[in-house]
């Protein structure tokens, strides 16, 4: 797994540009989460896979594990316009070709949704959004990571965990 400290600095960079309410979560979330991701061996990375072509933007997280012939990942994205919003994605692939993905889904609020954005409600002015609310977000995510651990490794999906298919499928867009 590749060193995180370069994406560090990319996240620090991402983060001196953006509303103090945005890097405020950013980092409220790095540090609630990363401990009890870290604790299941995925390992936070600065590159995907370890590819020099696809290093990983300051505004996204992302943590890897290899288990056997599979390889899981976890990604937490920020929102494009820096509003205090994110969502959480993980996949299970094929250890021999990473582009197979075996499952793959998003954290959500409620399991018929096929993705959720966590934080500032869009039609919330951000001068409403508060340091508790994100604490909340942030306390809810952490609560429901078990269940992202539980989908990636048996493939149960609980009640956080959106609609996807399970079949085994090549990533769009992208080649070995």
Known sequence: MANSDKHDKRLQRWQSRVPEKTRSLSELLTRKLAPIIEAVEFAKVDREFA?????????????????????????????????????????????????????SGHLVQKSSQYYHEWGKPRWLPLALWSEAQARATVDEVAESLPQVFSFLEFGVRGSRISQSTDSVRKTPGKSG
Request: charged fraction near 40%.
């Open 51 to 103: 590819r020099a072509d696809r290093p990983v933007e300051g505004s996204e997280l992302r943590y890897e594990r290899e288990l056997g012939e599979h390889v899981d990942v976890l990604y937490v994205f920020f929102d494009k316009y820096s509003s205090p919003r994110f969502q959480i994605g993980f996949s299970r692939r094929k250890m021999a070709d990473r582009d197979l993905i075996v499952r």
